[in-house]
């Protein structure tokens, strides 16, 4: 049985934030990230460590970066820059196409820019909870602009008109922190299991809002007649 994966439209890659770096600083971008994947936090990497793996001159560092907080941050924006407008494109285009496919498509695309990035989200993992208030907030910052970007589409699109913007606002920030934690399962799961996480990802969307329109609904027929007036 094919996978999900190999039967689903692989979502068009946005190469513009890989390309709009210098390349000293993309260098030192890439080897923090390979550095960290496997769950050491930013704040434990050594300049000269940093630059070894980068196969960079030390100093190269603050050519570029004040900090090594700074550099975090602009590993976590340069992948935001390039997940937040795929997700939008393949959103549009599945609600083009076949509305009712949002979702799955979605998360579909989500997954797949995991395994593309795969060290950049395990860095974001691990920082999600990690010591570094600064990096913390980065990672949170960036699934805030995913799920705010998520809820106008949702608004723009009309997939939902049924459901008040806070309502769309909560359900959409839902729906991102779970993609964000299940990928940490994803990116290490066999071709089965990924497909059970996709499958999973669609009914976690659909019953969410399905049951926020369910709620919205009960909500106004326990209002007071002059509130419905």
């Not at 080897?31 to 630059?51: M, N, P, Q, V």
């Not at 050519?63 to 997940?83: G, K, N, P, Q, Y």
């Not at 395990?122 to 910052?141: D, I, K, M, Q």
Request: net charge neutral; proline share 4%.
């Amino acid at each position: 049985m094919r996978s999900v994966l190999e039967g689903a439209r692989k979502p068009e890659p946005d190469t513009a934030g890989a390309h709009e770096l210098p390349a000293g600083k993309r260098k030192l971008i890439e080897a923090a990230l390979r550095l960290t994947a496997g769950g050491r936090s930013f704040a434990s990497l050594g300049l000269r460590e940093l630059a070894r793996e980068a196969g960079l001159n030390p100093n190269t560092l603050y050519r570029h970066f004040d900090t090594l907080d700074d550099l975090a941050r602009e590993a976590v924006d340069s992948v935001s820059r390039r997940l937040r407008p795929m997700l939008r494109r393949e959103r549009r285009l599945a609600a083009h196409d076949e509305p009712h496919s949002v979702p799955r498509r979605a998360c579909v695309a989500f997954f797949v820019f995991a395994l593309e990035n795969r060290e950049a989200f395990l860095s974001a993992l691990a920082e999600y909870h990690g010591t570094s208030p600064a990096l913390r907030e980065a990672v949170r910052a960036t699934l805030h602009a995913v799920s705010a970007e998520m809820a106008d589409d949702v608004v723009q699109l009309q997939l939902m008109a049924a459901l008040p913007r806070n309502v769309v606002d909560e359900v959409c920030t839902q729906v991102v922190l779970q993609l964000f934690h299940l990928s940490a399962e994803y990116l290490d799961a066999d071709a089965a299991r990924r497909d059970a996480l996709v499958d999973y990802a669609e009914r976690f969307i659909v019953r969410l809002f399905a049951g926020s329109v369910l709620l919205a609904q009960h909500e106004e027929e326990r209002a007071p007649v002059s509130r419905r007036a």
